[in-house]
């Protein structure tokens, strides 16, 4: 009774007294769809991420987190099974939309740029390949979709149409430093978080607050620094391991999705384990101990 929200990736339930429950599963989504193979641990992968960036970005913006270890749990919710993928969290008045950064030109961002010159009505200098470093982070918002659909690229404007012009500055200057800080801890752990998006929205007070999710494998392109070359669709530690696979085996992107192989899904649990010890400097199995405490 407690369920309020079912997302491709999370359930979230209402715990009273301004609390919710997140419980994060091992489903994972491409191009909308969500994969009817499951990949084991994913969920505490992203979970722990979260957890470790929440902390590191603690100084420079609030955020939603109020416990993760099993112990800190309401009444109900220590199960071990549970264990490092659930979070209690201050429910927020969340933004409409996606807070989204760029350093590098992929993904969406690409397609745009091929088409306008400019991504989310920012204009970019001619003559970008695939994957180049952009000359600065920008600032890149895109519209919430409904499950199942895409979320649309918007432009600044539209975030002030849908909050205000305060609020809209406040987003945009938050994500930029909170994506500039994890770009170059990523960076120290040899990885390039080429983009990445944030959830925010505000706490009774009005104050802006990080929430959801932050730079994990499924919100971020994570790429290994010592591979990336421009022109091409860099190797990564993200989905796009599995988006690849889902195009070279022909399937339309339309559900239902195709059974995943035991080697893609033992190759996509390694990416986003790795991405999690090379990023926080630490075991993942020292996670699960210390989130089953």
Not at 69 to 78: A, F, N, Q, T, V
Not at 109 to 128: F, H, K, M
Not at 232 to 237: A, G, K, N, Q, Y
Request: with cysteine.
């Amino acid at each position: 009774m407690s369920l309020i929200l079912r997302g491709k990736v999370r359930e979230v339930h209402d715990v009273g007294d301004g609390r919710l429950v997140m419980v994060t599963s091992d489903r994972i989504s491409a191009y909308d769809v969500i994969m009817p193979t499951e990949i084991p641990g994913k969920g505490q992968v992203l979970t722990g991420l979260s957890v470790h960036w929440f902390a590191r970005m603690a100084d420079l913006v609030p955020n939603h987190l109020l416990g993760w270890r099993l112990s800190e749990m309401p009444d109900g919710w220590r199960k071990k099974e549970l264990a490092g993928r659930v979070m209690v969290v201050k429910a927020l008045d969340m933004l409409p939309v996606e807070c989204v950064v760029r350093g590098y030109l992929i993904g969406s961002g690409w397609r745009d740029y091929q088409e306008t010159g400019a991504t989310s009505g920012v204009a970019l200098p001619e003559g970008l390949r695939q994957a180049d470093r952009l000359p600065e982070p920008i600032f890149t918002p895109a519209g919430k979709a409904a499950v199942g659909e895409h979320d649309e690229n918007i432009t600044m404007a539209d975030v002030v149409n849908a909050v205000g012009p305060d609020l809209a500055a406040e987003a945009e200057r938050v994500s930029l430093a909170v994506y500039n800080r994890a770009a170059a801890d990523c960076r120290e752990a040899g990885i390039i978080l080429a983009d990445t998006k944030f959830e925010m929205g505000t706490d009774p007070t009005g104050a802006l607050t990080l929430g959801d999710e932050v730079c994990t494998p499924d919100s971020s392109r994570f790429w290994p620094a010592d591979t990336y070359a421009p022109g091409t669709s860099p190797l990564s530690f993200d989905k796009q391991y599995l988006r690849d696979w889902l195009d070279q085996s022909g399937w339309d992107h339309t559900p239902p999705a195709p059974e995943l192989p035991a080697d893609v899904v033992a190759g996509t649990q390694e990416r986003y384990v790795e991405a999690y010890e090379r990023i926080t400097g630490r075991p993942f199995t020292e996670w699960l101990k210390e989130a089953a405490e």
